[in-house]
């Protein structure tokens, strides 16, 4: 193989790249954008629920026993200031229960216990939320239910530090930018083929091995440095550099073996383009879990793309180290090697 | 300019069209993207915990908690499988009931079960889980809550769910993708081809061929959006105005594409155009799903002003007068917009041709 003949062409179609406005700079614009809404979006998850009392004086233990589960009592010192903290949004729901409540319920009574809501709380939401007033009036009614809930928490328990959308959007993104370019990797050899310079090169001393390699580093360079650029503007390098930059690397890989394949596939750019997509959707299934974590079953483990999503979700949100992704690691690579022998024959097949 | 040149050119588009990428790519990608929301809107993402129950014998428990319309139940054979739904986040909380803890219940006899929870599981979640779970046991106990409850809601009107929150951003993704796809690649399509030069060599000039793909794209754009209403059932009780407000909006989205159709040379060059263009034509949309971004920021793009109306009038039975500057606003961008294409044009004339 000939490395000045590589370093060559990648120099020609990254100019080329450049020189073309919608090639060259449009992703970079792209890039920044996932970049600003990354920053715009909440940095952090509001796990409780805080409501908010006027009326009767509940007992600190049962303010305390509601906090442990999650939902914050606050006493408010008047009804108007209830309202306003409701309507405000600084509670989800406010309660008003009159001062002689269980006086009255003693009698026989059935006094009236008002439930406010503000306007941005959802109709299924609001029966839910109905349910602490009715167990809260419940338990001041002083007839405990004779059950014990015993509980288990399975996998690693995050109360208190979950893992915001926005961080959980950045293995999204990565795995994004990593397989667009298995189109561009496709467009490079295709268009090429199109326009007759492939043919032109290759009566030229370059072998076609030098350049299926020169367009493979062209893409997975080009995957690779869009997806380091956007997890270091965010910051997110930072958590677990080597093992992020070793998985981003892997990921890199798969766009020359696919990239291959679709160009083998495709007879123009359009119907790369076409074919991009297909490949495009499936590679990114494996991201839904992440985003919804359950949403998928186990078959989504077939997809090779799963090993580099749940890679960098470990890395970046559960400090995974070597021990716990080594085998991601290597399933990537021998994947990525897989696929680039398949692509490169499939390839040197259809262009012969 | 000639009408009929006009017609003839658009009838021409109209049955070679269908087989393009592009065009096939602008009318499946919102049919595709509203069967999804409705998918995962009426599930995943309804924003109710998710709760699995596995029980011994008989229970009432799954009933009553289907009756609470605020939890999503997933009933289970075994343990194990309850565990693994848990682990893989499918499930909020799963809970294991044992034989006869109904009838304890009933008794008033000391009652135990087991919850697996979910690491991940927000705390507000859980919380929602358990308070309808007691809220089942005390109705299965027989007891009651003796107070009668007044439920007050403040402010005007009521959020929509997340699901109906998505419809003015699919109604958007159908007009823009039509609008701007169409015409676009079929222009840029001809350029490649060379077709263009060809047909300017007949009566028809640059600007007719022009018009008539962005006429082209305007009636599917027009087609697609109003199709996206359709199919969610949501022409609000002013279908005039939302005809009105789609109309122009169809009009701004062809104009663009014609846009972009006249300045870019290769389909790739407008795949990437369209891929570098998605977050601000979709912007307002998105901005919409996340309450807590200033919403300001939403106007600074130019297709709030499809969006914002489509959103008032569908959902809020907005009148004229609550969306009239935004359509006045959308004139002035289609005004704009007609200029630049036109001058455009002209300067981009002798390159093309």
New interface residues.
């Given amino acids: 193989m000939d490395a000045g003949a590589v370093g060559t062409l990648i120099k020609k179609d990254l100019i080329l790249l450049f020189r073309n406005k919608a090639l060259g700079i449009m992703p970079h614009v792209f890039l920044v954008l996932l970049i600003v809404i990354y920053f715009i979006m909440p940095g952090t998850v509001n796990e409780k629920l805080k409501l908010a009392l006027y009326g009767t004086n509940i007992p600190q233990i049962l303010i305390d026993e509601m906090a442990e589960s999650g939902v914050e009592l606050v006493i408010t010192n008047s009804e108007e200031e209830l309202n306003r903290g409701v309507e405000d949004g600084d509670f989800i729901m406010g309660m008003t229960i009159p001062d002689d409540l269980l006086q009255r319920i003693s009698t026989g009574e059935r006094p009236e216990v008002k439930a406010v809501f503000g306007p941005s709380v959802l109709p299924a939401m609001k029966k839910a939320e109905l349910t602490f007033t009715e167990q809260i009036i419940f338990l001041l009614q002083g007839e405990p239910l004779n059950i014990r809930v015993e509980e288990k928490i399975l996998g690693p328990d995050m109360t208190g530090r979950q893992i915001p959308t926005r961080d959980r959007l950045i293995p999204i993104f990565a795995l994004f930018i990593i397989l667009m370019e298995i189109m561009g990797v496709a467009i490079l050899i295709v268009e090429e083929h199109e326009r007759g310079t492939l043919s032109a090169l290759l009566v030229t001393s370059m072998s076609m091995g030098s350049l299926l390699t020169a367009k493979a580093i062209t893409g997975i360079g080009l995957a690779f440095l869009q997806a380091v650029f956007v997890l270091t503007a965010t910051g997110i390098l930072i958590a677990n550099p080597l093992i992020l930059l070793t998985g981003l690397f892997l990921g890199s890989m798969l766009v020359a073996g696919l990239g291959f394949l679709v160009a083998t596939l495709g007879r123009d750019i359009m119907t790369v383009i076409a074919w991009s997509i297909v490949v495009l959707l499936t590679l990114f299934m494996p991201a839904f879990n992440i985003l919804l974590p359950g949403v998928m079953s186990d078959w989504v483990k077939i997809i090779p793309s799963y090993y580099l999503t749940d890679l960098m979700h470990r890395a970046v949100h559960f400090d995974a180290g070597w021990a716990e992704i080594w085998k991601n690691c290597v399933l990537l690579l021998t994947i990525d090697l897989c696929l680039m022998a398949v692509g490169s024959f499939a390839l040197r097949r259809r262009l012969a | 300019m000639s009408v009929s040149r006009i017609l003839s050119i658009l009838r021409k588009d109209l049955v070679h069209s269908p087989k393009?990428?592009?065009f096939i790519?602008a009318v499946f990608t919102p049919l595709v993207c509203t069967l999804m929301v409705y998918l995962?809107f009426g599930s995943?993402?309804?924003?109710?915990p998710?709760v699995g129950l596995v029980y011994e014998g008989e229970t009432e428990i799954s009933e009553l908690i289907r009756k609470?319309?605020?939890?999503r139940l997933f009933e289970y054979e075994s343990l194990d499988t309850l565990?693994t739904?848990?682990?893989?986040?499918?499930?909020d909380v799963g809970i294991a009931i044992p034989a006869g803890f109904d009838q304890d219940?009933r008794k008033?006899?000391?009652?135990?079960?087991?919850?697996?929870?979910?690491?991940?599981s927000?705390?507000?979640d859980?919380?929602?889980i358990?308070?309808?779970l007691?809220?089942v046991?005390?109705e299965l106990?027989g007891?009651e809550?003796?107070?009668?409850?007044?439920?007050?809601?403040?402010?005007?009107?009521?959020?929509k769910?997340l699901g109906e929150r998505f419809l003015p951003l699919l109604v958007l993704l159908a007009i823009m993708m039509s609008g701007l796809l169409i015409p676009a690649s079929t222009l840029v399509d001809e350029k490649q081809r060379q077709t263009l030069t060809a047909l300017t060599v007949t009566p028809a000039s640059f600007e007719e061929v022009v018009a008539a793909k962005s006429l082209l794209g305007f009636i599917m754009s027009f087609v697609m959006g109003a199709l996206t209403l359709i199919l969610n059932n949501s022409f609000g009780s002013k279908p005039g105005l939302l005809f009105l407000t789609l109309a122009m909006a169809a009009i701004f989205a062809s104009a663009f594409g014609a846009l972009a159709g006249v300045m870019?040379k290769?389909?790739?060059?407008?795949?990437?155009?369209g891929?570098?263009?998605?977050?601000?034509i979709y912007g307002p949309g998105?901005l919409s799903l996340?309450?807590?971004?200033p919403q300001w920021?939403a106007k600074l793009f130019p297709t709030y002003y499809i969006f914002n109306p489509v959103l008032e009038v569908t959902q809020n039975n907005a009148g004229i007068t609550d969306i009239g500057i935004d359509l006045i606003i959308l004139t002035i961008l289609i005004i704009a917009m007609t200029t630049i294409v036109f001058l455009v044009g002209r300067q981009k004339k002798p390159q093309i041709i």
């Fill in positions: 393009s990428f592009h790519q995962l995943v993402l309804s924003g109710k998710s609470t319309d605020f939890l565990k739904a848990v682990l893989s986040g499918k499930l219940i008033e006899k000391p009652a135990q079960l087991r919850s697996y929870i979910w690491g991940q927000l705390m507000k859980r919380a929602v358990f308070a309808g007691f809220d046991f005390v106990a007891k809550v003796r107070v009668d409850v007044k439920t007050i809601t403040l402010g005007n009107g009521e959020i769910p870019l290769s389909l790739i060059g407008l795949t990437n155009f891929k570098s263009l998605i977050l601000i998105i996340f309450p807590k971004i920021i």
